[in-house]
């Protein structure tokens, strides 16, 4: 998988710092991958095979400081290591090369377009993402390594089949801030729902069910009116004829 020296005797996880402790430049930068991370939680609420971590380390050499993206995202892993989650993501424990990774650029440059992109290059990430609002369109860039090199996918959203997921960015609101966001989309281009929208979603429906459930008892009610008044006409009509002297059970 990797083509670094190794030595022999590696660390694990534990004895590694947890990141760079790099502070991040503005909020975006733990939101947008933080809304990618929970509607992942909900989609992929069955599979226990992939973890996406934020701001953590990838460490794949134990003497090289780590690599620490915005968000990356490693299929057919352990979803949990144990009981204290991973404190990094220590590629020589792993054996599993992230297949998503995620830059979101801010005021601060930090190299997402020159240097990160030859390392993750380096390391072998497929997916190579970084989501900027302050450029001009596109905001969204998604390479592709091909033959070692990235490629720049035209289209948002963009189909990852590898992933089975489409990566695109849209105006929504999360976190109470209307504004442009990153979504999963499926295969058809339709955008994948945010807890908060599946919420509503499932108040709506639940809501409608009991509109129905009222009009069916509502209408149940009128039927059984109608019933009553059905019958008290009929006992009203045989007291009639009964007082006319004229058996009602024996008008055939």
């Not at 992230?98 to 979101?104: A, S, T």
């Not at 290059?121 to 989501?131: C, D, N, P, R, S």
């Not at 035209?154 to 929504?172: A, F, T």
Request: charged residues 25%; proline residues 6%.
């Amino acid at each position: 998988m990797l083509e670094y020296n190794l030595p022999r005797y590696l660390p694990s996880a534990e004895e590694l710092p947890d990141s760079d402790e790099t502070p991040v430049d503005n909020e975006l930068q733990e939101l947008i991958p933080g809304l990618l991370k929970v509607i992942l939680l909900i989609l992929w609420s069955e599979r226990m095979d992939w973890l996406f971590g934020i701001d953590m380390g990838i460490y794949y050499h134990p003497d090289k400081p780590p690599i620490v993206p915005d968000g990356f995202l490693s299929l057919g892993v352990e979803r949990f290591y144990d009981e204290e989650l991973r404190p990094s993501y220590v590629l020589w424990d792993e054996n599993v090369v992230p297949i998503f990774v995620l830059e979101v650029v801010s005021q601060n440059y930090r190299k997402e377009y020159t240097t990160k992109l030859d390392e993750y290059a380096a390391l072998g990430v497929l997916y190579y993402v970084i989501y900027s609002s302050r450029r001009r369109k596109p905001h969204l860039e998604v390479h592709k390594l091909v033959n070692g090199k990235y490629e720049l996918q035209e289209g948002n959203p963009v189909w990852l089949p590898e992933i089975g997921l489409g990566i695109g960015c849209e105006r929504g609101n999360y976190c109470g801030v209307t504004r442009e966001w990153m979504y999963w989309y499926d295969e058809q281009g339709q955008r994948y729902l945010t807890p908060a929208e599946q919420i509503k979603q499932e108040t709506q429906r639940a809501q409608q069910e009991t509109q129905r459930a009222q009009q069916e008892t509502q209408r149940a009610q009128q039927e059984a009116q109608r019933a009553q008044q059905a019958e008290l006409r009929v006992q009203q009509l045989t007291e009639q004829l009964r007082a006319l002297g004229i058996d009602p059970d024996n008008l055939g």
